[in-house]
T-cell receptor
């Protein structure tokens, strides 16, 4: 079982460039999330989608946009990359947003903005 | 201001001994707590959880203790094994409106020495 798949695994951007991080899950989960992990900061929620057709801001949404393309896919877009967005990005999914079901994470995208 | 804190960035333990990882939180509205384990170049994986109505939950070698009055939880691993070497994140959950919000600590790197 693939679980949560993220592409690409690594990416280097120049300041001002744009890119989209892709995420897909094959577990028929309703809720999907984007987190970023920075040293000493843990994981911080960027955006989430409680169910297909809805998206909401998390703790650190500035500089990002998201699209819940369908139940399986949730993409994160950086319109104009900045060095402060250098981070490891994790996509996650869970069966239902309301309940305490654990998140299932992808293996991450390591992004460097120069 | 971090609502979930893991004050020890790293911990080294001898194989076979007990590992104790600690986590403190400030928001009394958190009602569910989870521990995740993360290996390098992989996403976090769920380890164990506890509801705020309990003070202990056990799963094999892993036990989580919750002290609500002190706003403190700990993860005990007995006996520790070299394969347990990883970064451990604690996370706390609360219901915000119609959605659950998960807040992560900054992580503790556990090294189990053979």
């Amino acid at each position: 079982n693939a679980g949560v798949t993220q592409t690409p695994k690594f990416q280097v951007l120049k300041t001002g460039q744009s890119m989209t991080l892709q995420c897909a899950q094959d577990m028929n989960h309703n809720s999907m999330y984007w987190y970023r992990q920075d040293p000493g900061m843990g994981l911080r929620l960027i955006y989430y989608s409680a169910s297909e057709g809805t998206t909401d801001k998390g703790e650190v949404p500035n500089g990002y946009n998201v699209s819940r393309l369908n139940k399986r896919e949730f993409s994160l877009r950086l319109e104009s990359a900045a060095p402060s967005q250098t981070s490891v990005y994790f996509c996650a999914s869970s069966p239902l947003q309301f309940y305490n079901s654990p998140l299932h994470f992808g293996n991450g995208t390591r992004l460097t903005v120069t | 201001d971090q609502q979930v804190k893991q004050n020890s960035p790293s911990l080294s333990v001898q194989e076979g001994r007990i590992s104790i990882l600690n986590c403190d939180y400030t928001n009394s509205m958190f009602d569910y707590f989870l521990w995740y384990k993360k290996y390098p170049a992989e996403g976090p994986t769920f380890l164990i959880s506890i509801s705020s109505i309990k003070d202990k939950n056990e799963d094999g070698r892993f036990t989580v203790f919750l002290n609500k009055s002190a706003k403190h939880l700990s993860l005990h691993i007995v006996p520790s094994q070299p394969g347990d070497s990883a970064v451990y994140f604690c996370a706390a959950s609360l219901l915000s409106g119609s959605a659950r919000q998960l807040t992560f600590g900054s992580g503790t790197q556990l090294t189990v020495l053979p």
